[in-house]
């Protein structure tokens, strides 16, 4: 075969390559062990290790959707809203108290946002969810078993790894997450997978039973105070779906509406009864040192409240306003334990409205869909969504790494229906339809 010849044949080899079922698997599966390890490889090969993981990734992510350009619809790419808000922490890098780092973690968030989004242009709902079932159940065996070697069968911690090898005594336990919440949070996530992988039938009942088991065990032990909030967020939240799922649909808008005064009547009547609550929880000097965080957050805010610091994610540890907070509490947080509070700080109100559209748009579309559809893998998106959202209320995961890759997918997966990009879409296609042979491009 000529040089000419061949030239093509290797084009169509590596065209087929990207646009496979087993490569779009790989790399989904890849992106979440990743997002789910960083803690890990940062602490056993370094940093620089998972910056290049990621830059990687975003490479292959790239030639993958240029690879099924033909297939993939521009207009339904990307939420508006996540280009606003990412957008928006890209542009602070103007007004910021230190552009080389604002630039960084700009380009940081936007490049998982890019891995988010082209999983959720080349994965359906059931395919993500089994995808992010099965790296759970790794990273959750990997943890309970390092936790069983640390804290029973060495006696010893691993301190390389955050593991204070205490499940002898019941916890609590941080597996190969670093902290009890962040363990929590992601034992909460994995949940709700396996169950809807259960209700599904996608995996074998064996092993949806020791998933569940596995999730519910590392979550107790976590005894992270978050664990029972986002299990009664979680708990309600599918419950309510269930209703709406199972009403007729002539009465469905107004049990949605009924179900939405529900949702604002409680959170003002756990505002009032928080007391009684984080006494229940026992979380009361976990939620005082939020309370005088926040405190104290809310008086930086008042220097720069329209555009804020400038974007930076997780707080570096000597720039300013982090380092004067810190000292003033003196104390060492390296976020704000509160997501809305974090993008408050850096991104000052402009941020915080984008922020909360994004999210809430994403949530309102995923619980139609979830409302109407009869697939129980619907629900899937929903329930995620609601345990990032509650939890982003104690902890600013949903702002990197693991969470906020989560968040963007979802809000991909939400976007794809109820949308005003569906309505574009379905209306080229008629025209396209009506035109003769011909002149279609």
Do not use: K
Not at 278 to 304: C, K, M, N, P, Q
């Amino acid at each position: 075969m000529s040089a000419a010849a061949a030239a093509p044949a290797q084009g169509r080899w590596l065209r087929d390559l990207l646009v496979s079922a087993s490569l779009a698997r790989a790399f989904t599966l890849a992106v979440l062990a990743a997002v789910f390890s960083s803690f890990a490889i940062e602490r056993v090969a370094g940093r620089v290790t998972y910056a290049t993981i990621i830059a990687a990734l975003c490479l292959l992510a790239i030639a993958i959707l240029v690879a099924r350009r033909d297939e993939v619809s521009f207009v339904r790419l990307v939420p508006t809203t996540l280009v606003a808000f990412v957008g928006w922490a890209v542009v602070s890098v103007f007004w910021s108290t230190d552009p080389a780092s604002t630039f960084w973690s700009g380009l940081s968030t936007a490049a998982l946002a890019v891995l988010a989004v082209t999983i959720g242009q080349v994965r359906d709902t059931l395919q993500t969810a089994r995808a992010l079932g099965d790296v759970m159940r790794w990273l959750l065996s990997i943890s309970l078993g390092l936790e069983i070697l640390a804290g029973i069968l060495l006696d010893m911690p691993f301190r390389f790894l955050g593991i204070q090898g205490r499940i002898a005594e019941f916890g609590p336990v941080q597996g190969i997450f670093g902290t009890r919440n962040l363990l929590g949070f992601v034992a909460v996530i994995a949940l709700v997978t396996f169950l809807v992988e259960y209700r599904t039938q996608s995996v074998r009942p064996g092993l949806s039973v020791f998933s569940v088991a596995l999730a519910g065990l590392l979550a107790a032990l976590s005894d992270s105070p978050t664990v029972a909030v986002l299990a009664v967020a979680v708990g309600a939240a599918a419950g309510a779906l269930w209703i709406v799922r199972h009403t007729p649909a002539e009465r469905r808008t107004s049990v949605q509406w009924t179900f939405a005064g529900i949702v604002v009547v409680g959170i003002g009547v756990a505002y009032v009864l928080r007391h009684t609550i984080i006494a229940w929880l026992g979380a009361g000097s976990d939620f005082s040192t939020r309370a005088e965080l926040w405190a104290t957050i809310l008086a930086y805010v008042r220097r720069d409240p329209i555009v804020g610091f400038g974007w930076f994610g997780p707080w570096p540890p000597l720039e300013f306003p982090f380092i004067a907070i810190n000292f003033t509490l003196d104390q060492s947080h390296a976020t704000a334990l509160n997501a809305y509070f974090d993008v408050l700080l850096q991104l000052g109100w402009v941020g915080l409205i984008l922020f909360l559209g994004f999210v809430g748009i994403a949530l309102v579309r995923s619980w139609l869909v979830a409302g109407e559809r009869r697939s129980v893998v619907y629900a899937w998106t929903p329930l995620i969504l609601t345990t990032i959202l509650v939890d982003s209320m104690f902890e600013s995961f949903a702002l990197a790494g693991s969470g906020w890759v989560l968040l963007v997918i979802c809000a991909v997966r939400a976007g794809h229906s109820r949308s005003w990009r569906e309505r574009v879409d379905a209306l080229g296609s008629r025209v396209a339809d009506d035109l003769p042979h011909d002149r279609i491009p």
